[in-house]
């Protein structure tokens, strides 16, 4: 079974409408981690969580919002889809503590959403 | 901050032939560069890392890098291109906080 799974991997969704993302991991990973995915941009972090109790934004935050359930469990919501929204987006976890800046991000096969 | 710039968005080359993928970086702390590879509809894998310990690193797949403080540079390169290699590959800094900065990819595109 995979480590980081994201549900549903693809959907179509109407501009105005709520969507949600769901990423669970079996990792045992405190840090975990929303990016979208554009072409010629590479990957950009939406937001991340360091623990349970702990949500940041990262580069590309508005528009979205997210919810950490548990530390397996990381939601990413779109609260009023919109056209660019339309991405591939991932998520990712990583260990946490001192060595956390050449910890490894270990990533889910990606969602893509289309907003129309 | 940190950043990471790749140089060429597609490189071609046939099979056999030797792959080098360009990443140049910029830090202001001693940087932890990555290099992550995604093949066709899948997430991204960790192809190797530099934390400091060696300056040239080894990879999966015959896959190295060799960190360049001089030059700013992180280049990825493999002696000799198989098929399985297509896929885009991404060049990554870890900042000050632990997150990465992924650069904006390279697709590598393999010929027969």
């Known amino acids: 079974d995979a480590d980081v799974t994201q549900t549903p991997r693809n959907r179509i969704t109407k501009t105005g409408k709520r969507i949600m993302l769901e990423c669970s991991q079996t990792?045992?990973?405190?840090?975990m981690y929303w990016y979208r995915q554009d072409p010629g941009l590479g990957l950009r972090l939406i937001y991340y969580?360091?623990?349970?109790?702990?949500?940041n934004k990262g580069e590309i935050s508005d528009g979205y919002s997210v919810s950490r359930q548990a530390q397996a469990k990381f939601s990413l919501s779109l609260e009023s889809a919109i056209p660019n929204q339309t991405a591939l987006y991932f998520c990712?976890?990583?260990?946490?503590?001192?060595?956390?800046?050449?910890?490894?991000?270990?990533f889910g096969p990606g969602t893509r959403l289309t907003v129309l | 901050a940190q950043s990471v710039t790749q140089l060429g968005s597609h490189v071609s080359v046939s099979e056999g032939a030797l792959v080098l993928l360009r990443c140049n970086y910029s830090?202001?702390?001693?940087?932890?560069l990555f290099w992550y590879v995604q093949y066709p509809n899948q997430g991204l894998q960790l192809l190797l890392k530099?934390?400091?310990?060696?300056?040239l690193v080894k990879g999966i797949n015959g896959f190295e890098a060799e960190f360049k403080k001089s030059e700013t540079s992180f280049h990825l390169t493999k002696p000799s291109a198989h098929m399985s290699d297509a896929a885009e590959y991404f060049c990554?800094?870890?900042?000050?906080?632990?997150?990465?900065?992924f650069g904006s990819g390279t697709r590598l595109l393999v010929r027969p």
């Open positions: 990712a976890t990583s260990e946490g503590g001192l060595a956390g800046a050449w910890n490894e991000q270990f």
């Open positions: 990792k045992g990973h405190d840090r």
């Open positions: 969580s360091f623990d349970v109790k702990d949500i």
């Open positions: 830090s202001s702390v001693p940087p932890y």
């Open positions: 530099y934390t400091s310990a060696a300056t």
């Open positions: 990554a800094v870890s900042d000050s906080s632990y997150k990465l900065i």
